[in-house]
């Protein structure tokens, strides 16, 4: 199969599926993924319950797409035959995700494209298959979460051995998440990157984040928003309820948070200025965010954001508040290290 630096048929054959799902017919389809223990759903979206379906978003991860096919390539190389779905539109991978009946579902790209799958599995009923993460997005922090290899052979040897761990999906407005819903200033940045800069996100990367904030802090007149939760309420600039321990890649919101496990962190920045913002910045990244002066944290199960701002999920723009917020009834088979 070759290594992931190899110019080997494989991607060649991952790298054409898009177009070819977008021109060609089934038969051309299978022909393209035949070799080599891959193939593709057939016309009823279904594989046999021991094979790996990986769905892959073409535009996420840049170079990092190389994960998905040395993890493609060390389950085909085990004898394991690797359904490739290569997602071409928006709501693909949930679609995908809701029919499929594989026993193991793999998502190769960044949070968006995972909170997708979720999505996907949550509608139907069980059983489910397994949700594996490929990490190849611009932020993988579900990854990081789960602490999963970098490494293709590695990353196929933990979906070869089937351990998993539930994961605990919270709810905003209905819709899934598993890393935080929020409301207020980060969420405006997210709204500004979703609808404006989506082409500077997939060039620059966080950046295209940065640049949003930076735009929005010039601007000011940052509206308060208003956190109801069952552990008392606040006022603030900023609410995050969170599911994860780390926001925005590898800085450490709530070293209590915990993606397999129940239960809800809310974490409130209560000042928004040029001052504390630089101080914020410096106590998350040393992972002292506990001594922020403008930081106030709650344990909560269920809270309702109220105010003028934008709402987030799992990075991608939800729409104005009010958001209702929850954790879902039910878990998900997620593979870990």
């Known amino acids: 199969m070759g290594s992931p630096g190899d110019k080997s048929p494989l991607r060649g054959r991952i790298r054409r599926g898009r177009r070819t799902l977008l021109k060609a017919g089934k038969r051309e389809r299978r022909d393209l993924f035949s070799q080599s223990g891959l193939t593709t759903k057939d016309a009823a979206g279904l594989a046999p319950a021991d094979d790996f379906v990986i769905v892959v978003n073409p535009d996420a991860g840049?170079?990092?797409?190389?994960?998905?096919?040395?993890?493609?390539?060390?389950?085909?190389?085990?004898?394991?035959?690797?359904?490739?779905?290569?997602?071409?539109?928006?709501?693909?991978?949930?679609?995908?995700?809701?029919?499929?009946?594989?026993?193991?579902?793999?998502?190769?790209?960044?949070?968006?494209?995972?909170?997708?799958?979720?999505?996907?599995?949550?509608?139907?009923?069980?059983?489910?298959?397994k949700l594996g993460v490929v990490p190849q997005g611009t932020v993988n922090v579900l990854a990081q979460e789960l602490r999963l290899p970098k490494d293709g052979a590695a990353l196929a040897e933990i979906f070869l051995r089937g351990a998993t761990k539930?994961?605990?999906?919270?709810?905003?407005?209905?819709?899934?998440?598993?890393?935080?819903?929020?409301?207020?200033?980060?969420?405006?940045?997210?709204?500004?990157?979703?609808?404006?800069?989506?082409?500077?996100?997939?060039?620059?990367?966080?950046?295209?984040?940065?640049?949003?904030?930076?735009?929005?802090?010039?601007?000011?007149?940052?509206?308060?928003?208003?956190?109801?939760?069952?552990?008392?309420?606040?006022?603030?600039?900023?609410?995050?309820?969170?599911?994860?321990?780390?926001?925005?890649?590898?800085?450490?919101?709530?070293?209590?948070?915990?993606?397999?496990?129940?239960?809800?962190?809310?974490?409130?920045?209560?000042?928004?200025?040029?001052?504390?913002a630089l101080a914020l910045f410096r106590y998350v990244a040393t992972g002292r965010l506990d001594e922020a002066g403008c930081v106030k944290r709650l344990a909560i199960r269920k809270a309702t954001l109220r105010g003028a701002g934008a709402a987030q999920i799992d990075g991608d723009y939800l729409g104005p508040a009010p958001v209702e917020i929850c954790e879902a009834e039910e878990t998900l088979d997620v593979f870990a290290a």
């Open 62 to 129: 840049g170079e990092r797409r190389r994960l998905a096919e040395a993890v493609t390539a060390a389950l085909a190389a085990r004898g394991r035959r690797v359904v490739v779905e290569t997602a071409i539109h928006r709501g693909h991978i949930r679609q995908t995700a809701e029919s499929v009946r594989a026993g193991a579902l793999l998502v190769a790209g960044g949070d968006g494209s995972v909170n997708e799958a979720v999505r996907g599995l949550l509608a139907r009923p069980g059983p489910r298959p």
């Open 166 to 276: 539930p994961l605990y999906v919270g709810l905003a407005n209905g819709r899934p998440f598993t890393l935080m819903a929020s409301a207020g200033l980060d969420a405006e940045v997210v709204k500004t990157v979703d609808i404006g800069r989506k082409r500077l996100k997939r060039h620059l990367g966080r950046l295209a984040y940065a640049l949003a904030a930076a735009k929005i802090f010039a601007r000011g007149g940052f509206p308060d928003i208003e956190a109801e939760t069952d552990a008392g309420a606040l006022r603030a600039k900023c609410v995050v309820v969170a599911k994860s321990r780390y926001y925005g890649g590898n800085y450490v919101i709530d070293a209590s948070a915990d993606v397999t496990r129940p239960g809800l962190s809310l974490v409130a920045l209560t000042e928004v200025s040029p001052r504390a």
